[in-house]
C-alpha cells in the first residue's frame, strides 16, 4: 500500500488529479459505498520515484485526513513512510 483516505475527507477533489498512478477514486467510485474518496491500495505507489511525498497528502486540505496504511506486499513503499494510521503529513 498505500495511504488510505479516512472520514474526514471532504470530497474536494483536491488529490485526484495529482495522482501519478491513477490509484484514486472519488465519492461515486468508491468500492467500499462510503461518500468520501478513495486510494485502491493495489496501485498506490506511495509516490515512490514520483514524489518525495505523497502528492495526494501534500495536496489535501484538511489535517491529516490521507494516513499511512500497512504496505501492499510486491508494492512500493516509501523509506519515510509513517506507523499505520498517522497523517502521512503533520502539522
Ligand atoms: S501516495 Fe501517491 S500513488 Fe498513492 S494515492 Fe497518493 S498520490 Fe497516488
Ligand atoms: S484532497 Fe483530501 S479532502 Fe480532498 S478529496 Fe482528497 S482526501 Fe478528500
Given at each position: 500500500?498505500?495511504?488510505?483516505?479516512?472520514?474526514?475527507?471532504?470530497?474536494?477533489?483536491?488529490?485526484?488529479?495529482?495522482?501519478?498512478?491513477?490509484?484514486?477514486?472519488?465519492?461515486d467510485?468508491?468500492?467500499?459505498?462510503?461518500?468520501?474518496?478513495?486510494v485502491?491500495?493495489?496501485?498506490?505507489?506511495?509516490?515512490?520515484?514520483?514524489?518525495?511525498?505523497?502528492?495526494?497528502?501534500?495536496?489535501?486540505?484538511?489535517?491529516?485526513?490521507?494516513?499511512?496504511?500497512?504496505?501492499?506486499?510486491?508494492?512500493?513503499?516509501?523509506?519515510?513512510?509513517?506507523?499505520?494510521?498517522?497523517?502521512?503529513?503533520?502539522?
Amino acid at each position: 500500500m498505500a495511504v488510505i483516505i479516512t472520514d474526514t475527507c471532504i470530497n474536494c477533489a483536491a488529490c485526484i488529479d495529482e495522482c501519478p498512478v491513477e490509484a484514486i477514486v472519488d465519492e461515486d467510485d468508491n468500492p467500499t459505498g462510503e461518500e468520501i474518496y478513495y486510494v485502491y491500495p493495489d496501485k498506490c505507489v506511495e509516490c515512490v520515484d514520483y514524489f518525495e511525498v505523497p502528492a495526494c497528502a501534500e495536496a489535501c486540505p484538511t489535517e491529516g485526513c490521507i494516513q499511512w496504511d500497512d504496505p501492499v506486499e510486491g508494492m512500493p513503499a516509501s523509506p519515510n513512510r509513517g506507523e499505520k494510521g498517522t497523517p502521512v503529513i503533520e502539522d
